[in-house]
């Protein structure tokens, strides 16, 4: 029979708030284990250590919520300072399965777990007990899925109606003005405002240059090097504010391609454009829970307001005809880039950096050979000593890059094996498929080359953390320069 007799016992409280609550941290940690030591003082325990997560969602595992975790490790030490752990409500210390995948843990270290709803010890033998912890995981995770449903529905149905200004950074062009008090008297008691987006008078006119440069048949990145080549400040650094993490020095091709894709410029909210799909973080680990990656709807899925949500910096009819130019110069569509159209094997596409500008060298072919190459009359402010075009050719890197990677730390068999070598296969197809195999090694190995044209040498580095760690535990950073012709 399971011991329920604990005079004396010291207890590890476990408790959690989410921020998604828009609770206040301390009174729900006040009422959490306020809960927790009335059950303990019914069989004299008292509380000796506190764990408590905040702002962390439910829906994380123990191992990935960092109290959660410190509190495992404290009940695999010998020396803890406690007997049992208990939480304040199951609710909110469990999400789904994860009650299946934790008490077995506490259970093989002979730690009990204390519950309110149970009344005391989770006792392991019991069918009742662990049928009460498994529906209150499953009723967290229903009421996190709940909670997400409304939300969802009320802003696009807010987006959609009012046209209402649902928070975030204000696109590029517009500025946060009042909009008037909040709707919900409790809240507008409080002070809360509305807020709507109005023009910027001084980034907005660019705008209207990007829409007018773009239907001129100009590239995104022609129309970046205008840009900054006409002193005009980049987003970044006209709102430093919001980015102090940016250099904001020139501008971008994707920025320019940002501006161009936003439909919040024709005058109407647009609002899921984008959602959070959650995938497993590891599938060969399903205890280790979900992960959130950002992903683009479809146009079809976009909440669009009925009537306009602000002033127009462009007319519908120039931002439709602003996608149709971006598309026709084989530029990003609604669905993502188009396929490349030569399956040429670029083995350095995007690792190789030019050492006079810093700037990522690009690829192509001549004579039959792959070179890379950066031209000066591309940036928008060339290094004075910046030869026209700085070129390497690709079979001269190949040899030296999978030689260095040979050598240790120890890389997986498949990274720099001889069986890469495309000189080892006889068809085409096989020479295809060797050489992309050989470009998907360089890329995993996390490699970083730079070439310096005025001594015709490569500096090739593996960065901190992209290199396997040694058997002694420690991640490497491996250099070498080598002499390319």
Not at 37 to 53: N, P, Y
Not at 60 to 76: C, M
Not at 369 to 397: I, K, N
């Amino acid at each position: 029979m399971h011991r329920l007799t604990s005079v004396g016992m010291r207890f590890a409280f476990y408790g959690r708030v989410s921020t998604e609550d828009h609770q206040d941290p301390a009174a729900s940690r006040s009422w959490q284990i306020e809960r927790a030591q009335t059950l303990v003082s019914s069989a004299s325990g008292r509380i000796v250590k506190e764990h408590f997560d905040i702002g962390v969602s439910r829906s994380l595992p123990w191992k990935r919520r960092p109290n959660a975790s410190r509190l495992l490790e404290a009940i695999k030490s010998r020396g803890r300072l406690f007997d049992a752990v208990v939480i304040g409500e199951p609710q909110r210390a469990f999400h789904g399965e994860q009650f299946g995948m934790t008490f077995p843990v506490l259970v093989h270290y002979g730690v009990e777990l204390w519950v309110p709803e149970i009344g005391g010890p989770v006792d392991p033998g019991s069918d009742a007990h662990d049928l009460v912890m498994v529906l209150y995981g499953g009723l967290s995770k229903g009421e996190r899925n709940r909670v997400r449903l409304r939300v969802r529905a009320t802003m696009a149905a807010q987006t959609r109606i009012e046209g209402r200004y649902l928070g975030g950074r204000p696109p590029y062009g517009y500025r946060i003005a009042d909009a008037g008090p909040h709707p919900n008297p409790a809240r507008a008691a409080d002070g809360r405002r509305l807020h709507r987006l109005e023009p910027d008078p001084d980034a907005a006119p660019v705008v209207v240059r990007i829409f007018a440069e773009c239907l001129a048949r100009r590239g995104l990145s022609a129309i970046a090097r205008g840009l900054t080549r006409d002193g005009v400040a980049c987003p970044s650094a006209h709102d430093q504010a919001r980015n102090p993490h940016r250099r904001g020095e020139r501008w971008q091709p994707g920025a320019v391609r940002a501006i161009l894709t936003n439909p919040r410029y024709t005058g109407r909210q647009v609002w899921s454009r984008q959602r959070g799909d959650e995938v497993l973080l590891d599938v060969d680990d399903v205890a280790a829970g979900y992960t959130t990656r950002r992903r683009w709807n479809h146009p079809d899925d976009w909440a669009w307001s009925t009537d306009l949500a602000h002033p127009p910096l462009v007319d519908p009819e120039t931002f439709t005809q602003a996608q149709t130019a971006r598309r026709t110069r084989g530029a990003a569509g609604d669905t993502g880039r188009q396929p490349r159209r030569s399956d040429r094997p670029y083995l350095f596409r995007g690792l190789l950096y030019c050492g006079r500008c810093g700037r990522r060298m690009g690829a192509g072919v001549h004579h039959g050979h792959v070179y890379y190459r950066c031209v000066a009359r591309q940036l928008a402010e060339p290094p004075v000593d910046h030869p026209p075009t700085v070129y390497v050719r690709q079979d001269a890197l190949t040899a030296p890059v999978t030689a260095f990677l040979r050598q240790g730390p120890p890389f997986p068999a498949d990274l720099a094996g001889d069986r890469l070598a495309p000189a080892l296969v006889a068809s085409e197809a096989e020479l295809r498929a060797a050489t992309a195999r050989l470009a998907d090694t360089y890329a995993r190995c996390g490699l970083h080359l730079i070439y310096h044209p005025d001594r015709e040498t490569v500096t090739l580095t593996i960065p901190n953390g992209a290199a396997p760690a040694t058997p002694g535990g420690r991640a490497e950073v491996r250099q070498a320069e080598f002499v390319v012709y």
